[in-house]
C-alpha cells in the first residue's frame, strides 16, 4: 500500500505537479496563438515564412511553427503523466511487497542477493532504463521540432538527420546537443523526484500524526503550485515584462509563505504554553526562515547580487513572522483542535481495534468446556464461581471499558478474574506454573482500561504448553507517582504450520500505540525475549 493512499488522506503532490504542467503547456501554446491573433495570412507569412520562401520550402505556420514549439511540451507533459500516474507508483509502491531483510553477500567467485535486496536492485535498475528511455525519447523529440522549425537550413544536398562526428561546414541536426539537454532535463527531475517521494514517504507514514502531515503537505503543495502558475502567466501574458520582477516575485513570495506554514503548523504549536522568545524556539525560527531564503535564494542574486539574501531574510524574520505569529493567536485553538483531533482519531481506532481483538474466542470456548466439565463432575460452587468471574469481566467490557480512565482497583480486579479463570482451566496440568502478586494497596491512580490485560493474555496464549513445563509470572505494584508491571512467561517452539507462530500476541501490538498516545514521555515500556523466556516491563505515571 502506498504511504499516500490510505483511508486516512491522501498527498496530491504528483497531482498538484501535473495540473501545473498541464497549465504551462496551454500558456505557451496561447502564447503563439496570442503572437498571431488578428494577424492575416500574409502578414504571418512575412512574418515567419520568408526564410522558408527564400529557400523554395512551402511554409505551413502549423507543421513549421506552432507545432515544432509546442509537441515537445506536449512530450515532456505525457512523460510527466506516465512517470508520475503509471510507472512510479507500481515501481516504488507494488502492491505485493518483497519480505524479508536486505542481504547482500559478495565474493570473488559469487554475488548473492537475498530478501528485498534483489527487489531493491531490479528496482534501480528499472529506474536507470527508464532514464534512458525518457532521454532518447525527449532528445529525439526536440531534434524533430528543431528540424521542422529550421527546415529552410537542411535543403542542401548531403544533409543526414543523423550527421557522423566531426566538422560540417553546412547545418546538421545537432541530435547531440539535444540529447545533452534531455539528459540534463531528466537528472534534474530525477533529484526533484527523490526529494519528492522522500518527503511524500515521511508525511504517508502511518501513525497517530499522518493526517495532520498530509493536511499541510497539501496546503503547501497547492500554494507553491498556485504562485508559480501565477508568475509564469504574468510573463507570458506580458502583465509583467522584466524578468529581474518575476524573480524577484518568485524568490519572495514563495519562501514567505513556507516560512509562514512552518511557524503556524511546527515551530508555534511546539512551543506549547513556553515563552515565544524561549532560546531554542528563536533558534528554530532563525535556522528555517534561512534555510527557506537560502533555497530560493540563487536566481535572484543573477539580479540583485548576495545583499539581497539578507533582504530577503530580514522580511521573513520581521514582517512575515510577526504576520504568522498573529494568525496563529487567532487560529491557535482551532490548530490545537486538528492536533487534539488527530489524537482523538487515533485513540478511538486503537481502542476499536483493540475490541475487536481482545476477546480470544478459544480462550472463551476453553474456559466454557472446563466449567462445563466441572459441573459434571462436582458440585456447583466451583462452576458457579467461575461464571460469575466471567460475568464480571464481560460486564467490564461492556460499561468500564467506555471511559477514558477508571481506577486501578477496578483494572486489577479484571486482572485477577482472568487469572483465576487461567488458573481454573491448567490446574489438572502440574507442569504448568502460575503466580501472580498484584498488591493493589497503594494503587489509587487512575489509568486507561484494559491497558495492563494485554500482556497478560499474551503471557498465556505463548507461554504455556499442554505437553511442556510452562509457567506465567505476573507482578504488579504501585508507589505514589508510577505503576510497576512485570509480566514474563516461558517460550515454547511451534510447528510450521501454525498460523499463530510468528503472531506477537492478541492486542500486544496495538498497546504499544495506546501507550503512545495516551502517555507520551510517561511511560517506560521494556522487552526482553530470548529462546526460553519472554519478558515484558512497563512503568506508567499516571
Not at 406 to 413: D, F, N, P, V
Request: with cysteine; proline share 5%; aromatic share 12%.
Amino acid at each position: 500500500m502506498k504511504p499516500s493512499d490510505t483511508n486516512t488522506g491522501k498527498i496530491r503532490w504528483r497531482e498538484h505537479e501535473l495540473v501545473m504542467a498541464c497549465i504551462f503547456v496551454g500558456l505557451f501554446i496561447f502564447s503563439y496563438w496570442r503572437n498571431i491573433y488578428g494577424l492575416s495570412g500574409q502578414q504571418v507569412e512575412a512574418l515567419y515564412g520568408t526564410p522558408f520562401t527564400n529557400a523554395h520550402i512551402l511554409f505551413n505556420f502549423y507543421r513549421n511553427i506552432l507545432l515544432p514549439h509546442t509537441i515537445p511540451a506536449l512530450i515532456i507533459l505525457i512523460s510527466l503523466f506516465v512517470l508520475n500516474r503509471l510507472v512510479l507508483p507500481r515501481l516504488l509502491y507494488p502492491k505485493n511487497r518483497v519480505a524479508g531483510t536486505f542481504k547482500v553477500q559478495l565474493s570473488l567467485s559469487d554475488l548473492s542477493l537475498k530478501g528485498r535486496a534483489g527487489s531493491f536492485l531490479l528496482k534501480i535498475l528499472g529506474l536507470g532504463l527508464l532514464g534512458v528511455f525518457f532521454v532518447f525519447f525527449i532528445g529525439s523529440a526536440l531534434a524533430v521540432a528543431s528540424y521542422f522549425e529550421f527546415q529552410y537550413l537542411f535543403t542542401y544536398p548531403g544533409f543526414s538527420f543523423f550527421p557522423t562526428a566531426g566538422y560540417h561546414a553546412l547545418p546538421q541536426i545537432a541530435l547531440n546537443q539535444e540529447i545533452y539537454t534531455a539528459t540534463i532535463m531528466v537528472v534534474m527531475y530525477t533529484i526533484y523526484a527523490i526529494v519528492r517521494e522522500t518527503i511524500i514517504w515521511f508525511a504517508g507514514r502511518k501513525d497517530e500524526r499522518r493526517t495532520y502531515r498530509v493536511l499541510i503537505a497539501n496546503q503547501c503543495t497547492s500554494f507553491v503550485a498556485a504562485i508559480i502558475i501565477i508568475g509564469v502567466m504574468a510573463k507570458t501574458l506580458h502583465v509583467v515584462e522584466r524578468d529581474e520582477v518575476i524573480t524577484l516575485f518568485f524568490s519572495c513570495v514563495v519562501p514567505s509563505f513556507l516560512v509562514f506554514m512552518t511557524n503556524m503548523y511546527w515551530i508555534f504549536p511546539l512551543k506549547g504554553q513556553g515563552p515565544l522568545f524561549a532560546p531554542a524556539n528563536i533558534l528554530r525560527l532563525l535556522l528555517s526562515s534561512f534555510a527557506w531564503t537560502l533555497v530560493f535564494f540563487p536566481p535572484v542574486a543573477v539580479f540583485e547580487g548576495p545583499l539581497a539574501l539578507l533582504l530577503i531574510w530580514l522580511l521573513q524574520l520581521l514582517i512575515v513572522t510577526p504576520v504568522s505569529w498573529f494568525f496563529y493567536q487567532q487560529r491557535k485553538d482551532r490548530i490545537l483542535q486538528l492536533r487534539g483531533l488527530e489524537k482523538a482519531l487515533g485513540k478511538s481506532k486503537a481502542d476499536l481495534q483493540f475490541l475487536r481483538s481482545q476477546i480470544n474466542p478459544h480462550f472463551l470456548f476453553n474456559t466454557l468446556n472446563t466449567l462445563y466439565g466441572t459441573a459434571l463432575q462436582e458440585g456447583a460452587e466451583r462452576t458457579a464461581d467461575g461464571v460469575q468471574k466471567l460475568g464480571d469481566m464481560m460486564r467490564f467490557m461492556l460499561q468500564e471499558n467506555n471511559l477514558d480512565l477508571i481506577l486501578m482497583a477496578k483494572e486489577i480486579g479484571y486482572l485477577n478474574n482472568y487469572i483465576s479463570l487461567q488458573k481454573l482451566r491448567t490446574q489438572s496440568s502440574p507442569e504448568i506454573l502460575i503466580e501472580d502478586n498484584i498488591q493493589q494497596q497503594g494503587c489509587d491512580h487512575r489509568i486507561a482500561p484494559m491497558l495492563l490485560i494485554p500482556f497478560v493474555e499474551n503471557a498465556f496464549k505463548h507461554g504455556i504448553s499442554l505437553q511442556e513445563k510452562s509457567w506465567v509470572r505476573i507482578r504488579l505494584h504501585c508507589d505514589e507517582k508510577n505503576i510497576h508491571f512485570r509480566v514474563s512467561n516461558s517460550v515454547h517452539s511451534r510447528k510450521d504450520n501454525d498460523p499463530e507462530r510468528t503472531s506477537p500476541g492478541i492486542g500486544l501490538k496495538n498497546v504499544v500505540g495506546r501507550l503512545k498516545l495516551l502517555y507520551p514521555g510517561k511511560h517506560e515500556l521494556e522487552v526482553h525475549a530470548s529462546p526460553v523466556e519472554f519478558i515484558v516491563k512497563l512503568s506508567i505515571q499516571p
